[in-house]
């Protein structure tokens, strides 16, 4: 079976999917933090691995969650434009 990548990655290649997940799910658990990973275009990769109670709420409400994709993919775009990590908080 064909590993799932996504990429260009860096210069050693595509991001492995599958042990980006097990990687943020530990950091995760380590730091007590929600951790996710978006594309240039604010589309979720990797789901989060913690979740947040109050997001939930927020995303329930058809305004909420609009405003939540309208600022992740902000944050995505920001990333992408200054081509480095960009904490999103």
Not at 15 to 44: C, H, P
Request: with cysteine.
């Amino acid at each position: 079976m064909k590993k799932s990548t996504i990429g260009p990655g860096s210069a050693s290649g595509p991001i492995d999917i599958g042990l980006w997940r097990e990687f943020q799910k530990t950091l995760a658990a380590m730091f007590g933090i929600s951790m996710s990973l978006y594309d240039g275009k604010g589309n979720v990769i990797v789901q989060p691995c913690k979740k947040n109670a109050v997001c939930d709420e927020i995303l329930a409400l058809r305004e909420g969650a609009s405003l939540c994709r309208e600022e992740y993919r902000k944050a995505a775009k920001k990333a992408v434009e200054e081509k480095h990590t960009y904490i999103f908080k």
